[in-house]
């Protein structure tokens, strides 16, 4: 049973087009992220909801979303791709915001041509 | 800006070697410092430091904590083709609810 799962593993995508990634945790935890990893491996959080409330927006652009419809899903809705945007994306989990056990998802890479 | 920084950033190795991986942080409000490992797919859990001195084992790797220094060590013993991975170092702490901060990352390749 898979604790932290996205969908879809691989999205390959036109410029201009608008994609969602999902994520749910079946821990029981009440924190949840999306990270973004680029092309030189650097892991860089994005956003974090704690109980369905927006905590971090580490100077995201407009154009990503996130959305939480209960503690154990939080979704990336993505408009108007950008080829900078091709990267994988991480979804994670904390109990209470904490480092110790976070657990991540297998990532989603995207890609935009 | 809080800060993590890895050395070296690529290493290549054989097997049976030991290797040590050197994590150092400028941070703000530091609470822990915690060691990943990520082959092809999502970051797995190492170790996580608290405590200055008190090192840290599983099997053969190990990692220490210098809250002097603000360092940390990743060691590897007895190298197997199977330890070839990206190993990340982050600190969680600072005024972000449950934020990770990574540094950029070891890729260490084994070679039997």
């Known amino acids: 049973d898979t604790a932290v799962s996205q969908t879809p593993k691989y999205l390959v995508t036109q410029m201009g087009n608008d994609k969602s990634i999902k994520c749910e945790q079946n821990l029981g935890h009440d924190t949840m992220y999306w990270y973004k990893q680029d092309s030189k491996k650097f892991l860089k959080i994005m956003f974090s909801y704690n109980n369905k409330e927006l905590i971090i927006n580490e100077t995201v652009p407009n154009r990503f979303s996130p959305k939480s419809p209960d503690k154990a899903h939080l979704n990336l809705h993505i408009n108007s791709l950008e080829l900078g945007d091709s990267a994988v994306y991480f979804c994670?989990?904390?109990?209470?915001?904490?480092?110790?056990?976070?657990?991540f998802g297998s990532g989603t890479r995207l890609t935009v041509v | 800006e809080d800060k993590v920084v890895q050395s070296p950033l690529s290493l290549v190795v054989h097997e049976g070697d030991t290797v040590t991986l050197n994590c150092s942080y400028e941070?703000?409000?530091?609470?822990?410092l915690l060691w990943y490992k990520q082959e092809k797919k999502a970051p797995t859990f190492l170790f996580m430091l608290?405590?200055?001195?008190i090192e840290k084992k599983s099997g053969r790797l190990s990692s220490i904590l210098d809250k002097k220094e603000l360092s940390s060590i990743l060691n590897i013993t007895a190298t197997q083709t199977g330890d070839s991975a990206i190993y990340l170092c982050?600190?969680?702490?600072?005024?972000?609810?449950?934020?990770?901060?990574f540094g950029q990352g070891t890729i260490l390749t084994v070679h039997p």
């Open positions: 608290t405590s200055s001195g």
């Open positions: 941070v703000t409000n530091f609470r822990s």
């Open positions: 982050a600190y969680a702490g600072g005024t972000s609810y449950g934020k990770l901060t």
């Open positions: 994670a989990s904390s109990p209470q915001g904490t480092g110790n056990g976070y657990t």
